[in-house]
């Protein structure tokens, strides 16, 4: 059975500001401290944390949605991508980030913790808490 993660994060900036970092390489590389190739094109392949994760961009809804294909270096060759959505809502005076991550081959349980010490909590020091 594939795994399944949801998690959410507050972060005190704009939608806007963590969509546009997301999905730009030098932002990306910035607010989790590990290199990123990305962008903000639908279609177009992402790298990230030095070239151990990668997917490609399916569907973005700008400030409010990222969807993405999403594997690691940790995934057998006959293993399907996973999915990862990243939803992005405005909350107070800064943003609600909701992390779903499907489609995780069974037993990779560990990226819960990944995200949150390899996202998570150097977004939180790069946009501030």
Request: hydrophobic residues 30%.
């Amino acid at each position: 059975m594939k795994e399944k993660l949801e998690m959410s994060e507050f972060f005190p900036v704009e939608p806007e500001v963590i969509y546009r970092a997301w999905l730009s390489s030098e932002g990306h590389s910035q607010m989790t401290g590990g290199e990123a190739s990305c962008t903000d094109k639908e279609g177009d392949a992402f790298t990230a944390w030095d070239g151990y994760i990668w997917g490609a961009n399916l569907e973005l809804t700008p400030y409010s949605e990222i969807h993405q294909t999403w594997r690691t270096t940790e995934f057998a060759d006959g293993d399907e991508d996973s999915h990862l959505v990243i939803k992005l809502e405005p909350e107070n005076s800064g943003t609600r980030l909701m992390l779903i991550h499907i489609n995780i081959p069974e037993g990779q349980t560990q990226y819960e913790q990944g995200w949150i010490d390899h996202y998570f909590t150097p977004m939180k020091e790069y946009f501030g808490e």
